[in-house]
């Protein structure tokens, strides 16, 4: 091949690549290929000084022409691409001056907070958390505690029965448990004594919502068995509680009260903080409103659980949780708690 058409190749070749070439660091590369001292092209320019000298004028201008072309292309790539590179780097650009973007930050749902309030006053008094099944049988709920076939608790118009589900070998039927209560029972069936235990966790009756009632609420339920408990023992603990939680200011008021699980039974209430005591609208002018449901566990309830009640006593209460935020910020309608509004829910 002669120069002339070597050159030509070669120029056909090196502004190909060239073209293709879309990252600086390659044209070096390229340019090491095309001219550095080892190219085609070098090699020609040395190999012009043994040409005859009517042949060396023309390829070395020739050879010249080349070289001085592949020059300016590689210039113009060069610039090419630093301006490309410029517009990319300055898409990808981060402003380190701009302000972050906030991070919305939620937080516990008010019954929530009072449940974890009230876990943490019973932990001190040395109770252990637990919960429970949500879905249970209607043993648990009613019979080990108590609860006779013909209570009205048990009408198909205050509890949510599970459609046809019975435990094999039993008549025991499923249910949404309508309290916290049946725990007590499977505490005691599974657990070696001394039990002190409090659970909190959602319970369903069936009936309509209103502003004071909800289908679904939640509730603490507490336990403690152990050899030579007593109502003193009753009594002074959730007197610590309530002291505890809302404080030694507002007097408590102890009455007899009837549920089936316990004897004597009895109902726990604690002067209105919105009127002091002298009656309002939401102490529904008593004075007093009511917070608990409590007694000694009834020894067949004991006994149904395999507890021998001539050794062992224990005591049982029941707290429901919605109504305490309500008095404590004044909250008039229970349905707000559960409407999702997050206006309502960021108050608190
Ligand atoms: N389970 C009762 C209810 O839902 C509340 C209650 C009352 C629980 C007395 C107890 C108790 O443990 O001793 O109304």
Request: proline share 4%; aromatic share 8%; glycine share 10%.
């Amino acid at each position: 091949m002669d120069i002339k058409s070597q050159l030509a190749e070669l120029k056909k070749q090196a502004l190909a690549e060239l073209g293709e070439i879309n990252l600086s660091s390659d044209i070096e590369q390229w340019r090491v290929r095309y001219m550095g001292k080892k190219s085609q092209l070098t090699e020609i320019l040395r190999g012009l000084a043994g040409l005859p000298i009517e042949e060396r004028k023309a390829a070395g201008a020739a050879s010249n022409a080349l070289k001085a072309e592949l020059e300016t292309a590689l210039v113009a790539k060069e610039n090419e691409m630093k301006k490309l590179e410029i517009a990319k780097s300055a898409e990808e650009a981060i402003d380190v001056t701009l302000p972050g973007r906030p991070c919305p930050q939620g937080h516990l749902h008010p019954v929530t907070q009072a449940i974890e309030e009230m876990c943490s006053i019973f932990q001190g008094l040395g109770f252990q958390v637990v919960e429970g099944n949500e879905v249970e049988w209607d043993h648990y709920n009613f019979d080990a505690l108590n609860i006779p076939k013909e209570h009205p608790a048990r009408d198909n118009m205050a509890t949510f029965w599970m459609n046809g589900e019975s435990k094999e070998g039993t008549d025991w039927k499923m249910l949404l448990r309508t309290h916290t209560s049946p725990m007590q029972a499977h505490i005691m069936e599974t657990t070696k004594l001394p039990i002190r235990i409090v659970v909190p966790g959602r319970v369903y009756r069936y009936e309509a919502t209103d502003a004071t009632h909800l289908a679904m609420f939640t509730q603490i339920e507490g336990l403690a068995v152990d050899e030579g408990i007593t109502f003193a023992d009753l009594k002074g603990t959730l007197y610590e509680f309530v002291r505890r939680f809302y404080g030694p200011d507002r007097k408590v008021r102890f009455r007899t009260d009837f549920f089936p699980f316990v004897e004597p039974g009895a109902e726990i209430a604690v002067s209105c903080a919105s009127c002091g005591g002298s009656g309002c609208r939401v102490c529904g002018n008593s004075g007093w409103i009511e917070i608990l449901g409590c007694g000694m566990v009834h020894p067949s309830v004991l006994e149904g659980a395999g507890i021998d009640s001539t050794k062992y006593s224990g005591f049982a209460f029941g707290v429901g949780i919605e109504r305490i935020p309500m008095l404590r910020y004044g909250i008039e309608d229970v349905r707000n708690y559960y409407s999702g509004d997050l206006r309502f829910l960021r108050q608190f």
